[in-house]
């Protein structure tokens, strides 16, 4: 079993930026080599892919909405994945949840993870 664990976000203003992490425990990055992504949710919406690492974060990939102002990050010896957000825009604001799957080298869709953190908010303020 793989637990994970999402920290850094909060309330910020447009134009300001973010870094989230997602702390893995249970099974080392090392041990258990996994494709990391980030999703996000706003209320009343489906869970959207927002970016993903391969496992030894070589190829990376994001949502259009997001490339050039996000970027995803990995530290295996860590354990943790990080999300770096830049540009914020108030249509960034919604629940990012850290996802992990150990099959794929860059999954895209939510039905291709197998392990979820709870989530965390982020909100930016117009």
């Known amino acids: 079993q793989v637990q994970l664990v999402e920290s850094g976000g909060g309330l910020v203003q447009a134009g300001g930026s973010l870094r989230l992490s997602c702390a893995a425990s249970?099974?080392?990055?090392?041990?258990?080599?996994?494709?990391m992504g980030w999703f996000c949710q706003a209320p009343g919406k489906e869970r959207e892919f927002v970016a993903a690492?391969?496992?030894?974060?070589?190829?990376?990939g994001y949502a259009d909405s997001v490339k050039g102002r996000f970027t995803i990050s990995r530290d295996n010896a860590k354990n943790t994945v990080y999300l770096q957000m830049n540009s914020l825009k108030p249509e960034d604001t919604a629940v990012y949840y850290c996802?992990?799957?150990?099959?794929?080298?860059?999954?895209?869709?939510?039905?291709?993870?197998?392990?979820w953190g709870q989530g965390t908010q982020v909100t930016v303020s117009s």
């Open positions: 996802a992990a799957d150990p099959t794929k080298l860059l999954p895209t869709l939510p039905s291709e993870y197998d392990y």
């Open positions: 249970g099974r080392t990055f090392s041990s258990y080599p996994m494709a």
């Open positions: 690492i391969s496992w030894g974060g070589a190829s990376t």
